[in-house]
């Protein structure tokens, strides 16, 4: 089966500018989660979806992140305006329902925030 | 909270010598315990979970909820093992988020 998809792969940005990224999760997965990973650290989940709806946004930036998957297939992330400390691979994940536990990753995005 | 604490940074042994990574957990109630593995340039993946109590490309790891902990371990190690690990954990009302390590770059040196 295909994988989850991201893109871009890696985008470099200036401080204050906007930045979008996309997902396309496994094919009839539910649950779709993004996370954030800061180098040398491990992946910080941001935010859940089950379909379309969010589950948990508990540890997202809300005054500059944003996330939607409005048809409950595809998601896109965003942030506006990146800061410096924004710099990270942002990884998306999926699985088929959130009770199933095995979580499939994309190759994650890497931004560079100058 | 929920907490994974992966004490080694960085771990280094010989072909064929025995291998245990360390991961401890901080969770009030019942988790489940996983191992992910991010070869060079691959996504990451799932290695092995406690509840399968399976042994994955000669991995094994033991739940010890007395100790809280998952140590990961390999009788005897080989290159292709070369990886980033992470221990993660889920469970309770977060069941299906999972909480990470900082991770464990393992290198086999031949």
């Not at chain 1, 990884?91 to 959130?98: D, E, F, I, V, Y």
Request: hydrophobic residues 35%; proline residues 4%; aromatic residues 12%.
């Amino acid at each position: 089966e295909a994988g989850v998809a991201q893109s871009p792969r890696y985008k470099i940005i200036e401080k204050r500018q906007s930045v979008a990224f996309w997902c396309n999760p496994i094919s009839g997965h539910a649950t779709l989660y993004w996370y954030q990973q800061i180098l040398g650290q491990g992946p910080k989940l941001l935010i859940q979806f089950q379909n379309n709806g969010v589950v948990d946004d508990s540890q997202l930036p809300k005054d500059r992140f944003s996330a939607e998957r409005l048809k409950g297939v595809d998601s896109t992330l965003k942030i506006q305006p990146a800061k410096l400390e924004d710099s990270a691979v942002y990884l998306c994940a999926s699985k088929q329902q959130a009770m199933n536990t095995e979580a499939f990753f994309g190759q994650g995005t890497r931004l560079t925030v100058v | 909270a929920q907490r994974v604490t992966q004490p080694e940074k960085l771990l280094s042994v010989f072909k064929g010598a025995p291998v245990e990574l360390k991961c401890n957990y901080s969770y009030s109630g019942s988790p489940e315990l996983f191992w992910y593995v991010q070869y060079s340039r691959q996504r990451l993946q799932l290695l092995l979970r406690h509840i399968s109590r399976e042994s994955i490309k000669g991995f094994t790891a033991d739940l010890n909820k007395g100790e809280t902990s998952f140590h990961l371990k390999k009788p005897f190690a080989q290159e292709e093992d070369s990886a980033m690990y992470y221990c993660a954990l889920t469970g309770g009302t977060s069941y299906g988020k999972l909480t990470f390590g900082q991770g464990t770059i393992l290198t086999v040196h031949p």
